[in-house]
């Protein structure tokens, strides 16, 4: 039977986490955490090499086999090139008259906010880290030749939040709440380690997408990445956890609108997003650079544009 004609259904945006009040977020918090990735290595900003070092060795030859008829010209419409053009573009923090103030911050990456702290999760979460990092660097690798790929890679940083007071069994206007507390604390470092920022009221940080959204790891995200069954090979074992690993991501500038019906399909400050598809996020909400960047993720996915 044909649901033409059926009326939408529609739901209202859902109260704010009652917790806030009688346990609020200080405006600003900092956390102790640990990196992932080859990006968290202390020298990373000596050797992350610019895209002008690599186009020379970018040959068709180098692409992944499944991929190579599809390209042309290899430094055109080649998602893992177009992450890193987008990261070496806001590398670096520019005053207003374009001098470059702060540290080259070379990396890609999201924060992830840990809301178990479970035994089981705790003898499991590096384990997890190890696996989800290895599919994003094989899902790179398929996306373009090899030494884009392993550039892409060698910038690649998750930087882990984890309080157990705070964040555990923490709902999603909670993590929202001290994500934010989070950058409002960066914000007041920069201030104070930099003279140019003295007389500037309003601004935001760089590189954006690691600043504007983050990551939620649960336990069963955790269980799955670190128990994964067994296959016969590493396709086989991708395709799994990237049709069964799915965070949400949470969008630190959506606002709750007035509580009002809404239909459906409209955006509530979330995404639900593949452990394979991070590259694209972190592309698509950097390379907008707007507020309403994850917005954008959301209903490009939604409506099946990739």
């Not at 290899?74 to 890193?84: E, I």
């Not at 396709?235 to 959506?254: A, G, M, P, Q, S």
């Not at 972190?282 to 209903?299: K, L, P, Q």
């Amino acid at each position: 039977m044909s649901g033409r004609g059926r009326p939408i259904i529609r739901r209202p945006v859902t109260p704010l986490d009652p917790s806030l009040a009688t346990r609020p977020v200080p405006q600003e918090r900092t956390f102790t955490g640990r990196s992932f990735g080859p990006g968290a290595t202390a020298d990373i900003h000596k050797t992350a090499r610019p895209l002008k070092e690599i186009d020379p060795e970018a040959v068709p030859e180098s692409f992944h086999p499944a991929d190579c008829l599809h390209y042309n010209n290899v430094t055109r419409n080649n998602t893992t090139r177009n992450l890193l053009d987008v990261v070496e573009r806001w590398e670096n923090i520019r005053s207003d008259d374009g001098k470059v103030f702060l540290e080259r911050d070379p990396t890609w990456g999201f924060y992830v906010f840990v809301t178990d702290y479970s035994t089981e999760v705790s003898e499991n979460i590096h384990q997890a880290m190890e696996t989800f990092l290895g599919v994003v660097q094989r899902k790179l690798r398929y996306w373009t030749c090899l030494p884009y790929a392993e550039e892409a890679f060698l910038r690649f940083k998750l930087d882990l939040v984890e309080d157990q007071a705070t964040l555990e069994g923490a709902s999603y206007d909670r993590i929202r709440s001290e994500f934010r507390a989070l950058i409002q604390a960066k914000i007041r470092d920069l201030k104070s380690s930099s003279e140019e920022w003295d007389d500037k009221e309003n601004f935001d940080l760089w590189p954006r997408a690691r600043y504007q959204a983050c990551l939620v790891l649960d336990g069963a995200a955790v269980s799955m990445l670190a128990n994964v069954p067994p296959f016969e090979n590493l396709e086989e074992h991708d395709c799994f956890l990237i049709n069964n690993v799915v965070l949400k991501v949470i969008d630190r500038f959506w606002e709750r609108p007035p509580p009002v019906v809404l239909s459906p399909e409209e955006y509530r400050g979330l995404v639900d997003c593949s452990i394979g598809r991070i590259p694209l996020l972190y592309h698509e909400i950097t390379s907008y650079s707007s507020g309403d960047a994850v917005e954008t993720f959301y209903e490009h996915q939604r409506l099946g544009l990739w």
